[in-house]
Every structure is written in C-alpha cells, then in structure tokens.
C-alpha cells in the first residue's frame, strides 16, 4: 500500500485537475441544488470545479437518482450534510415518492458525508463489503477529523461517517417500481469497494470516479489494472449516458470510454517499461511522448502524478511477478 504522505498529495492534484477544466456551476451556498434531468426517470447533481472548502460547501463531486413507481433509488451523497439535505428536498421537488435506498459508489469523503440526512429520510444505505477496510483502516476517522477542520460548520462535530445497512457481495442486481438496477462490482479499480450503478430500462449508469468525460482522468495510486477491466465492463454494458463521480454526464460515452481506456493502458506500458529498464522515474517520465493527451484539460495538473502512481504499481506488480 502506498503512503498516506502521496495518498495526501494525489487526492490535492485531483482537485486541482478539476479546477478550470468544467462548466461552472451554481455557487453551492447560493441555496436549492438544481439535478439535471438525463434520462426519463434519472436525474443528477454536478458538483462545482475545484477543491472542496467551506467556501463551496464542499461541494465538488456529483451524485444523482432515480424515481421509480415505487420509490427512489439515490447514487452517492455528496460531500457534507446539508448537501445531502438540499438533495433530498430537490429530490422532493421531484417526486413525493419515499427515497428508499441510498447506493455508495465507494467510500470517499466527497461521495458520503452527505449520508444522515438521507438515512432520516429513510433511505436504506447500500455498499460493498470492501469498504469496510475504509472504517476498520482508520481512513474514515482521519478524513473526518481533517473535513471537521477544513469545512467547518459544513462538517462538525455532529458529523457522522455511516455505515452501510447492509454490505454487497460481488454483482447485486434488484426491481424496484418497474426498473433493474444492476450494481457492478468492479475488483477494487479506483478504490477497494468501486461499484458501478446501471438502470437496465433506461441504460443510464452511474460510474462514480471510474469514468472522467472528456479529460485526463485522475489515477493516482489506482490499480489500473483493474480499472481497465471496469473500463470493459462499462463497453459491455452499452450506456446511453454515464454520469461520472466528478464533471458533466457524458453522452458521446464511446468517446470517453476509449479516451479513458487508453489513456490508462498508455500509463501502464510506458511506465511498465521504465520499471523494466530500471530507469529512474523522472527521467523515464522527459522521454515519453505524452502529445496524444497533452492537449486535453487536467493534463498538467494530472499526468506527472497519474504516471507516478502507475510507475509504483508497476514496481509492486514486477515485484510480485519476481516472487512467483
């Protein structure tokens, strides 16, 4: 596992990746959140550019829902509690229908801190069972501590981190009120826990942070690995639409896919080379042409720790390879 010091440093260039690289939006303290409508019964919320602070609420990050005939179905949270209250009497304005379920994506703290207000609403909270390394790590507790100090009185000391109601195994599909949700567990991609959220009916899937439209994605110390076998999974599906963790829904969604997939396997052969050739990463990095990517947002705030990460995984994966 890699440090907390480049875990740290990762998490801050993936919020300035995002900075100036989509659409603005509305301010998070000007009041309602307003979703945006993507397919017949789905609806989502995208979160502003930038790095998460009182300022913005800490709003940064997108989640969305869907209303079914017999109540709604709720991806992600959003970054603190009064966004997940403004999202539920958007949800309200919406549909008077019970929201029923809340859906965790995976356990970061900009997708679920805004869970409380949604399990009062009576939400039923659903994850993976790999989030629990999240919790039992003492990740949850640090970042909460860290999110108390930096978006204060957005986060406080009434705050709570919870826990799933009830913990996935693998692929979950259920019905609810004449649709199919088709929760995909992806082999711990982005995070441990990574899941993705299709609505069969309306082909519209919810990707949380494994899908970045129209930009550099954020990789960090990601096992590319198995985000690229996610990257399949996602093609197979054939979505509609995808609504990303972070940024606009992507409607040219085979455009995005193929930019995301081969950016990764791009990181992964050109860094997997340098560990072969046991050159020093900064100097394995000046050689490669990155101009297929360089021209697209997040480029320069993303690509050197993106390749940093890939360049340490492929240290790890060489090294486990040498054991067998």
């Known amino acids: 596992m890699l440090s907390a010091t480049f875990r740290a440093l990762a998490a801050c260039c993936m919020v300035l990746a995002f900075a100036g690289s989509a659409p603005a939006q509305p301010s998070a303290t000007e009041g309602p959140l307003p979703p945006q409508q993507v397919s017949p019964r789905g609806w989502y919320f995208q979160g502003i550019a930038g790095m998460a602070s009182a300022a913005n609420r800490g709003y940064t990050s997108n989640a969305g829902f869907v209303v079914t005939d017999d109540g709604v179905v709720v991806i992600d949270a959003l970054g603190t509690p009064p966004l997940g209250e403004a999202m539920v009497k958007a949800i309200r304005k919406v549909t008077d229908k019970p929201i029923r379920r809340v859906i965790v994506t995976h356990y970061h703290a900009d997708h679920v801190y805004g869970l409380q207000p949604l399990k009062k609403a009576g939400a039923e909270i659903w994850a993976h069972r790999k989030g629990e390394e999240y919790f039992t790590s003492g990740v949850a507790e640090e970042r909460l501590k860290q999110r108390r100090r930096d978006l204060f009185d957005w986060v406080d000391e ?74 399949d999974k996602m093609i197979a599906l054939k979505p509609l639409v995808v609504v990303p963790g972070h940024g606009p829904a992507s409607r040219d969604v085979e455009r995005d896919l193929v930019m995301t997939r081969d950016y990764l396997s791009y990181l992964r052969e050109v860094m997997g080379k340098a560990v072969a050739d046991l050159e020093p990463f900064d100097e394995a990095y000046a050689k490669v042409d990155w101009s ?30 040498g054991k067998r």
Request: charged residues 25%.
């Open 158 to 231: 009434n705050t709570r981190v919870l826990k799933p109601d009830l913990w996935l195994e693998g692929d979950t599909d259920f019905r609810m009120g004449g649709l199919t949700f088709r929760i995909v567990y992806t082999d711990g991609a982005h995070s441990p826990e990574d899941v993705m959220v299709f609505v069969v009916e309306e082909r519209l899937l919810f990707a949380g942070d494994l899908l970045f439209a129209g930009r550099v994605p954020f990789v960090g110390d990601a096992d590319s690995k198995g985000w690229l076998k996610a990257m």
């Open 292 to 321: 297929r990517f360089k021209g697209l947002p997040a480029f320069d705030n993303a690509n050197r720790i993106n390749a940093y990460g890939t360049y340490l995984l492929m240290e790890k994966e060489a090294f486990a390879g």
